[in-house]
């Protein structure tokens, strides 16, 4: 069963997300409430929860201030925000949990399946790794700096953005592909990144390849490979010559 703690300053949506979490998720067995992070460290003094909720946007001490008082947090963090493109860029850079608000009942449930399969993974043996570089993330003036954390079997991996070559699907896998010919393999989809990375200029140049324009070196003829720093020559799919061309072109 599952402890919870709720850290947000809006009283209703305190209560709109207990609703949720004590009605349609049979696994929390008590939740907790606090309005601010001096309540929310006073509550952690007795009590220990599994799962903390913890709002970014909040006066006085946001979120992560909240986060940077923590020394060792034993319980996994789902961040709750309205639309706030950069804090939910340095979350998801993390590979952090976080929930758009209002929260949706069904994101809520992903977000409780996620925690409980973090759990059979020794997620904690990684969380405090990833709890500071998202900290070290929130303090960067440019998110073009933030690092990009991957957790593996190996443990976590950390990069930023210009390090990236390129990005290979395999199946439900991505294979991530480094300067100086490292390589690592995360558990997200390539469809995962692309999402994350399209608005860094990445390109999808074909289903299973998202490209670093930076490391782009050439196009060859008929615009059907692109070929990198590293050497490597990536496929250009029929569909997607265009897309490359035109952003290329503009870049």
Do not use: C, W
């Not at 703690?5 to 696994?27: F, G, S, T, W």
């Not at 929390?28 to 509550?43: F, K």
């Not at 303090?139 to 957790?151: G, H, N, Q, T, W």
Request: glycine share 2%; net charge neutral; no cysteine.
């Amino acid at each position: 069963m599952i402890k919870a703690l709720i850290i947000d300053d809006e009283l209703k949506a305190r209560n709109v997300l207990n609703h949720y979490l004590q009605k349609l998720i049979p696994e929390i067995n008590e939740v907790r409430q606090a309005d601010s992070v001096t309540e929310a460290l006073t509550i952690l003094e007795t009590y220990q929860p599994d799962m903390v909720f913890l709002d970014v946007e909040m006066p006085h001490q946001n979120g992560f201030d909240f986060l940077m008082a923590q020394k060792q947090p034993t319980y996994d963090i789902v961040f709750t925000t309205a639309y706030n493109q950069y804090a939910i860029q340095a979350i998801r850079f993390s590979a952090l949990d976080y929930l758009l608000k209002p929260v949706d009942p069904d994101e809520l449930r992903v977000a409780v399946d996620r925690h409980l399969t973090k759990m059979k993974q020794k997620f904690h043996e990684q969380k405090q790794q990833l709890y500071d570089n998202l900290v070290q993330n929130i303090e960067k003036k440019d998110v073009r700096d933030f690092r990009l954390a991957v957790p593996t079997s190996s443990g976590v991996h950390f990069f930023t953005l210009d390090e990236i070559l390129r990005l290979e699907a395999d199946k439900n896998y991505t294979s991530i592909h480094l300067i100086g010919r490292r390589t690592f393999v995360s558990s997200k989809t390539l469809k995962h990144f692309d999402e994350m990375l399209g608005e860094f200029n990445f390109i999808r140049t074909h289903k299973s390849h998202l490209v670093n324009p930076r490391h782009i070196t050439q196009v060859t003829h008929n615009n059907q490979y692109v070929l990198l720093t590293d050497g490597s020559r990536i496929e250009v799919s029929r569909r997607k010559k265009e897309e490359v061309q035109q952003h290329l072109n503009i870049r």
